[in-house]
């Protein structure tokens, strides 16, 4: 019997990589999967619930299947990941309408809960959220010429604001040879760029050989036939070490990018928010990495009206900003997450420390174009990710970018999908970059 099923992934990219394994593990199991849910005999839908807008997403996309099954049109509705973890006492109570909930620990058991569903039984399965990383299959959703690679899982930071360890359990690395295993697959099957994830990927190794490991990592992977680019997300301040930052610098297939969210630059911010570290270890990180990684394009994550923060620590953020010159920076207005240390802290309201972001925007919005200036004139190496039809143009990311945050670049001459191709760049337009593919080689 033919038993198809709709897959709708929500949240980060390693949520995503859990969706990608239990498609490969409904593939295996001889499930059909279709691109929409109506008319499909399942549909599953990998939540994310880290923050406030992405629990209402995710609540969302819950009742439209709710409401297709009630029609008529889609058969069971089983719900997996951070949602239904953290709610795993009340979800089901919540939302009746679902058929089965599965938590983070339980991925590998999405053929188990199909298979009840199908048969009419309601099931739930929360396994422990700490064990080992399950070494699963992937059917790759993501490139072409591209794939996320997930080194750890879990989180042992506990930052006051945030949700996650006690969502995804304690941090556990992955072992290297099961990664670089992995690595070697996605190379062969045409990944020309690795992006290394991990809630932490500074910290790894730490638990599993007793030593930070991230470079020696970068090293193999460095040596994979087919990979020519390794992008690091995310890093944290307190976790590099001068071999870390050599390695950043002196291997090629690095890309100078790095993605290291810091949150906040005040002191008193930092260390209510349980962050490790102060504001001048990060400035001094921050110069370390610029002095001794020429070109580095530096990316963080900002949170506006934390616990703490009135408007002298507002303007000493800004005025950091206006001095560090990031060129890629993402801000989020604070979002008092129920269960965490900071729900319960006092803070501005949710309008304050919405202007607050925006005015952070403003503020990024001319640096970020300067930079983007700076880059006219250059030839970048770019992968390319297909042909937007309404540019008519190609388009693809240079090491500048990363996939879904940060921008893109247009170029004409030809070129196929998941190759890397020097473009010359002729101008720039709304944080967007415009150029002639070069036709010196491809890789």
């Not at 593939?27 to 599953?44: C, H, K, M, R, S």
């Not at 965490?340 to 640096?367: D, F, K, N, W």
Request: hydrophobic share 40%; with cysteine; net charge negative.
């Amino acid at each position: 019997m033919d038993k198809s099923f709709a897959m709708i992934s929500l949240g980060c990219a390693k949520n995503l990589v859990n969706t990608e394994q239990m498609l490969y593990l409904m593939d295996e199991a001889g499930y059909t999967l279709v691109p929409e849910p109506d008319g499909a005999d399942l549909a599953v839908v990998n939540t994310c619930g880290f923050i406030d807008a992405a629990k209402s997403e995710a609540i969302d996309v819950i009742l439209e299947m709710a409401e297709l099954k009630k029609a008529g049109r889609l058969g069971g509705l089983i719900v997996t990941g951070c949602l239904a973890e953290r709610y795993k006492d009340s979800i089901l109570d919540e939302l009746p309408e679902i058929d089965a909930v599965l938590g983070v620990g339980s991925f590998k058991d999405i053929v188990r809960a199909a298979d009840a569903v199908l048969a009419g039984r309601c099931t739930s399965l929360f396994g422990d959220q700490s064990a080992p990383v399950d070494e699963i299959p992937r059917v790759v959703t993501t490139g072409p010429g591209w794939a996320w690679l997930r080194i750890a899982e879990g989180c042992n930071n506990f930052c006051a604001f945030c949700a996650i360890p006690f969502i995804r359990g304690r941090y556990r690395s992955r072992s290297m040879e099961n990664i670089l295993e992995e690595a070697r697959d996605l190379a062969a099957h045409g990944a020309k760029e690795l992006i290394v994830i991990a809630q932490d990927i500074t910290r790894y190794g730490t638990d599993l050989y007793g030593r930070r490991c991230l470079a020696e990592l970068c090293r193999r992977l460095s040596g994979i036939e087919g990979v020519e680019w390794i992008r690091l997300h995310y890093l944290y301040v307190d976790q590099f070490d001068d071999e870390l930052i050599d390695e950043i610098a002196n291997n090629p297939k690095i890309v100078k990018y790095l993605d290291i969210p810091i949150q906040h630059i005040n002191d008193g911010i930092l260390r209510r928010m349980n962050r490790r570290g102060t504001g001048a270890d990060i400035r001094r990180l921050f110069k370390t990495l610029r002095e001794r990684v020429p070109g580095l394009v530096l990316r963080t994550s900002l949170i506006t009206g934390l616990p703490g923060e009135g408007e002298a620590e507002f303007e000493e953020l800004c005025g950091f900003l206006r001095e560090a010159r990031l060129e890629r920076v993402g801000v989020f207005p604070f979002s008092p997450e129920e269960g965490t240390p900071a729900a319960s802290m006092e803070h501005v309201g949710e309008e304050e420390a919405q202007r607050r972001a925006e005015l952070v925007l403003e503020l990024q919005a001319p640096i970020m174009e300067d930079f983007c200036r700076s880059l006219v004139g250059k030839t970048l190496d770019v992968l390319c990710e297909g042909f937007d039809g309404d540019a008519g143009l190609n388009c693809g990311r240079c090491y500048a970018d990363s996939p879904d945050i940060d921008g893109q670049v247009y170029f004409t001459g030809s070129c196929d999908p998941g190759v890397i191709v020097p473009v010359f760049i002729e101008r720039t337009e709304d944080g967007l970059l415009y150029g002639r593919r070069e036709e010196a080689r491809t890789c």
